[in-house]
């Protein structure tokens, strides 16, 4: 029997949204489905919506009789600045304020590995690690936790805030090696924090059971999350095509990666390409 009657995903045209879509099907009757491009024709279990996070109106409409949010809409990456204030900020504010008025209690929320992407690799993160953004992006990130957890101290809101690190089909770097989460994995992770008796405020790295890892989930066993998927299984091959780089790259001294060699997007022509 589904745990839901509907369930909302945000950001479902997006390449985890698209996954999320197929994997979450089980959990709920009706699942809707919202991006601000068109998605592939809603099947018979599904309702899409096609609206802008910063329109507010449309967040409403779209919450109303949900029963849950997947929250995974936004800016992808680093965008210039207009974009990440009204895709991540506005939009933010928006679902959870949304959420609040038609008394959804819980939310996944999709933040990131950038949201403490000025952490050292060697220094290693918890889930208590406090913010230490490395781009725009990650600002965004770190307000939606922030607001989250005025929801829930102030309303009672359940958030799971996944810092999700480096999720693709297969590690594609040897910096994936410690940030890799599969498609499995993500969904479960997912379903278990939209499943568990309790959340609370609850921040968990978003990372597969990889040998090498930055971050630590020991303080949120609570969950239930078990990843099965593992790196380790690409090593040879990520080795073999890639390179070791120079330990002093701020794109490898810090966990954030390639972000902490971003300037300011609005100045950058790395956008255009």
């Not at 990456?77 to 679902?95: F, H, K, Q, T």
């Given at each position: 029997?589904?745990?839901?009657?509907?369930?909302?995903?945000?950001?479902a045209?997006?390449?985890?949204?698209?996954?999320?879509?197929?994997?979450?099907?089980?959990?709920?009757?009706?699942?809707r489905?919202?991006?601000?491009?068109?998605?592939?024709?809603a099947?018979?279990?599904?309702?899409?919506v096609?609206?802008?996070?910063?329109?507010?109106?449309?967040?409403?409409?779209?919450?109303?009789?949900?029963d849950?949010?997947?929250?995974?809409?936004?800016?992808?990456?680093?965008?210039?600045?207009?974009?990440?204030?009204?895709?991540?900020?506005?939009?933010?504010y928006?679902?959870?304020?949304?959420?609040r008025?038609h008394?959804?209690?819980?939310?996944?929320?999709?933040?990131?590995?950038h949201?403490?992407?000025?952490?050292?690799?060697?220094?290693?993160?918890?889930?208590?690690?406090?913010?230490?953004?490395?781009?725009?992006?990650?600002?965004?990130?770190?307000?939606?936790e922030?607001l989250?957890?005025?929801?829930?101290?102030?309303?009672?809101?359940?958030?799971?805030?996944?810092?999700?690190?480096?999720?693709?089909p297969?590690?594609?770097?040897r910096?994936?090696?410690?940030?890799?989460?599969?498609?499995?994995?993500?969904?479960?992770l997912?379903e278990?924090?939209?499943?568990?008796?309790?959340?609370?405020?609850?921040?968990?790295?978003?990372?597969?059971?990889?040998?090498?890892?930055?971050?630590?989930?020991?303080?949120?066993?609570?969950?239930?999350?078990?990843?099965?998927?593992?790196?380790?299984?690409?090593?040879?091959?990520?080795?073999?095509?890639?390179?070791?780089?120079?330990?002093?790259?701020p794109?490898?001294?810090?966990?954030?990666?390639f972000?902490?060699?971003?300037?300011?997007?609005?100045?950058?022509?790395?956008?255009?390409?």
């Amino acid at each position: 029997m589904p745990r839901f009657n509907r369930l909302l995903i945000t950001g479902a045209a997006g390449n985890l949204g698209r996954e999320l879509r197929r994997g979450l099907a089980p959990l709920a009757t009706t699942l809707r489905l919202t991006d601000r491009v068109e998605m592939a024709p809603a099947q018979s279990h599904e309702e899409t919506v096609v609206c802008e996070l910063s329109d507010f109106d449309a967040i409403s409409n779209a919450v109303e009789g949900c029963d849950a949010i997947v929250h995974f809409g936004a800016a992808p990456v680093e965008r210039p600045w207009a974009e990440v204030l009204d895709s991540s900020i506005v939009g933010g504010y928006n679902v959870y304020e949304a959420a609040r008025r038609h008394g959804v209690q819980r939310i996944v929320y999709a933040s990131s590995i950038h949201a403490v992407g000025y952490e050292r690799r060697e220094v290693g993160a918890d889930t208590d690690t406090p913010h230490n953004p490395d781009s725009l992006y990650g600002v965004s990130k770190c307000f939606v936790e922030d607001l989250a957890k005025l929801y829930f101290n102030k309303w009672g809101i359940e958030s799971a805030l996944l810092r999700i690190n480096s999720c693709y089909p297969k590690p594609r770097d040897r910096r994936h090696l410690a940030t890799w989460l599969s498609f499995a994995d993500l969904i479960q992770l997912v379903e278990r924090c939209l499943v568990s008796e309790r959340i609370g405020h609850t921040v968990v790295y978003g990372i597969s059971d990889n040998r090498e890892a930055f971050f630590s989930n020991h303080k949120v066993a609570h969950l239930g999350y078990r990843p099965v998927d593992s790196a380790e299984d690409y090593r040879a091959e990520v080795e073999a095509e890639v390179a070791p780089g120079d330990p002093f790259d701020p794109g490898i001294e810090y966990v954030g990666g390639f972000l902490c060699n971003y300037g300011h997007p609005d100045e950058s022509e790395y956008l255009e390409s």
